[in-house]
C-alpha cells in the first residue's frame, strides 16, 4: 500500500499530537509543516515532538509556498476553532488541491452557524476534485456519529440525550484553565459575560448533524450560558487547591428543540470532583438504546485518533465539504 | 422525497416484522412479495402481518415474474442464513436490476466462506449497476460495525472482545428451541453432533469483517462448539419448567487468532437465567474503550430495522457486493 502523505497546517498541542501519532502509523507520511508562530518557523518539525528526533521536515511560515513544492494527499489542519478564523486557511488548502482533515469545531457542521462559508468551500473543494471534513472526538464522533450510528438498530426514534462526564483534574493544564478551575464565582461570572469562557465549542454543531442525519426538522438549537461547578470540599488540582465554594469546573448544555420538546440534549460536564468519567447516549425509541463508554474516551487522545483514522474516509470520498454523518465512520488505521 | 419502493422476498417471520415496520415509515413503499410457501402465495401480503389489514400486495410465488411487472428499488431479501441456499434467489434480484438488502448471515462477510459465490454476486451486481449487502443486528452490527465504529477513537488496537448477554426466555419460541432450552445434556449433545444445534451463525463473518476493517492478517478464526448452560436451580421458560442439570442455553464463542493470540473474541450467551442482559465491547489498544449497551439491543427488533436502516446506504453505494464496514453506517430512517 502506498503511503498517504500528510501536511500539518498548525503545530500547536494538537498538531504536535496528530504529528507524533502518524509518525507511529504505517499508512502516513508527514511531508510537510506550516505554522505561524516564529518561535517554530525553520525548527525540525521532528524536534518539537514528544520524542524528538529529525524528520527533514522543516516548519514553514508560507502554506502556500509548501504547497507549491511538496507532493501530498492531504493536510491535517489544527489551528482554531472558529470557522472565520480558519476559512482562508481551509480555501487555500483546497485551491492547492489537497484534502482537508480539521479539527475546527465549527467547520464539523457549518451548515447551520456559516451556511455561506460552507457552501463557498463545498465548491472550491469540488472544483478542485478534493474533500473538505472537520471532526475530533467532539463534535466529530462522541455526541454526533456515535449516537447517530446507535440509532442503526431503531425503528423510531423520539429523543437522544448524550452526557459526557469527566474529571478535569485528569487533563491538560490549559483544559482545567478553560473549565474554570480555581475561579471565585464572581470571577467565573465576569468570564462568562466576557466571553473568555465559552465552554465547550461545538454542541449545535452536534444538535444539527444529529438533527440532519435523522430528517428532523429543528425549531430551534440553543446552548445554555456554561454554569459553574461548586464542591463542598477541598480539592487539589494542577491548579492549586480549590476551597469550597469556588469553581471546580462547569457545565455545557444544549438542545435541540421540536414543538416545544427537548429532543436532542446534549451535556458537557467537566470538573475536578468528577468519580466516575464516561460517555452515555440514551436513545428514546423503538427499541430504547442505553449505551454507555465506562471510563469515557479522552479527549486529546480521541481527537488525534478521530482525526487520522478519518483521512482514509476523507481521501475516498466523493468530492466536496463532507460531514461525518455521510462517511463510513473512522476506524482504527494501521 | 420520492419513495423507496420495495418487494419482501420471504414472508416468513422476519420478512413480516420488516414488511410491518415499513409500512409506519414515510420512505418506502412496499410492491410486491414473493415467498414460495403455497399457504402464503396469493395472499394478500397486510393479511399476514400483526396488523391485519389489505395492502393490495399479493405473495407471488414467482420471483422473476414479479420482478418484470413491478418496479422496485431494491429488494429486502429475507430467507434463509446459508449463502449456498440463497445465491441463486440473490442473483435472481441482481439480474433483473435491483438492489438487494438481505439479512442471510453468511451474506454479511461472504469473502473467506463463500469467495467464488461472493465474487460471483459482486460481478453480477458490477453489471447491472446495483448493490448488494448481507446486514442485521448480529451479524451486521453488534459484533462488526460497531466495534469497528469504536476503535474510531483509537490510535492502537491490540485486541477486542465483544459479548452479547441474553436472556432467551424473553425471546421468541423458535429461539428458545434453537439454543437448546430444555433438553438433557446426552440430547444437547447429540444435537450437536447432528448439527440441529448449530448455535449462533455469524461469528466468524463478524471476525472475518473487524480483522478486514482493521486490515489484520489472522492466521486463523476458528468457532468452538456450542457450550450448553446448565443452573443449579428450576427456570420457568414458555417451553416449560426446566429442571435443575437441563439445558437452559448456550454460548457459542469464536476467536480471531494471530501469533497464539486471541485478538478477536465474539462470545454470544443466551440461556434462561441470564439477570443482567448487555452488549459489551472491550478494546485493548490506545486508549482502551469499554463499551456497553445496558439490556442489550432486541434481536428481533434490531435485526428488522439495521436492515430496514441499510436500504438507502446501499441503494447510494457504489455497485456491487458491499459488507456493512464499507458503508456510512445505517441510522434510524423516517
Redesign the interface.
Known amino acids: 500500500m502506498d503511503k498517504i502523505n500528510l501536511i500539518i497546517y498548525g503545530c500547536g498541542v494538537m498538531g504536535r499530537k496528530a504529528a507524533q501519532?502518524l509518525l507511529?502509523k504505517k499508512s502516513f507520511k508527514v511531508v510537510g509543516a506550516v505554522d505561524i508562530d516564529p518561535e517554530l518557523v525553520g525548527k525540525d518539525l521532528g524536534e518539537i515532538l514528544d520524542k524528538p528526533e529529525k524528520l527533514g521536515v522543516v516548519i514553514e511560515k508560507d502554506a502556500e509556498a509548501l504547497f507549491s513544492k511538496v507532493k501530498a494527499h492531504a493536510v491535517v489542519h489544527t489551528t482554531t476553532s472558529h470557522l472565520k478564523s480558519v476559512f482562508s486557511q481551509v480555501a487555500q488548502c483546497l485551491k492547492a488541491g489537497l484534502n482537508v482533515i480539521s479539527t475546527c469545531e465549527e467547520l464539523s457542521y457549518p451548515w447551520k452557524r456559516n451556511p455561506e462559508l460552507a457552501r463557498e468551500l463545498d465548491s472550491l473543494a469540488k472544483e478542485q476534485g478534493v474533500t473538505v471534513v472537520g471532526t475530533g472526538?467532539n463534535p466529530g464522533?462522541?455526541m454526533d456519529?456515535?449516537p447517530?450510528?446507535l440509532?442503526?438498530?431503531?425503528?423510531?426514534?423520539k429523543s437522544i440525550k448524550v452526557t459526557r462526564m469527566m474529571n478535569s483534574a485528569k487533563r491538560r493544564v490549559p483544559f482545567q484553565v478553560k473549565v474554570g478551575t480555581g475561579l471565585t464565582q464572581e470571577e467565573f461570572k465576569q468570564k462568562i459575560e466576557d466571553k473568555v469562557i465559552t465552554g465547550h465549542v461545538g454542541l449545535l454543531e452536534s444538535i444539527n448533524m444529529i438533527a440532519d442525519?435523522?430528517?428532523w426538522e429543528l425549531d430551534e438549537a440553543v446552548e445554555l450560558p456554561p454554569q459553574p461547578v461548586i464542591d463542598e470540599l477541598e480539592i487539589k488540582t494542577a491548579l492549586g487547591t480549590i476551597k469550597p465554594g469556588d469553581v471546580i469546573g462547569l457545565t455545557s448544555i444544549a438542545y435541540g428543540k421540536k414543538e416545544g420538546k427537548e429532543i436532542i440534549t446534549l451535556e458537557f460536564c467537566a470538573n475536578a470532583a468528577v468519580d466516575e468519567e464516561y460517555d452515555e447516549i440514551i436513545i428514546q425509541?423503538?427499541?430504547?438504546?442505553?449505551?454507555?463508554?465506562?471510563?469515557g474516551?479522552?479527549g486529546d487522545?480521541?481527537t488525534?485518533?478521530?482525526t487520522?483514522?478519518t483521512i482514509p474516509r476523507t481521501i475516498e470520498a466523493p468530492a466536496g465539504l463532507k460531514v461525518m454523518?455521510?462517511?463510513?465512520?473512522?476506524?482504527?488505521?494501521?
Chains 1, 2 share one sequence.
Open positions: 501519532a507511529d472526538i464522533y462522541l456519529t456515535l447517530l450510528v440509532t442503526g438498530p431503531c425503528l423510531k426514534v442525519g435523522l430528517g425509541g423503538e427499541p430504547n438504546i442505553h449505551q454507555k463508554i465506562v471510563g474516551v479522552h487522545i480521541g488525534v485518533a478521530v487520522i483514522n454523518k455521510d462517511l463510513p465512520p473512522p476506524k482504527a488505521t494501521l
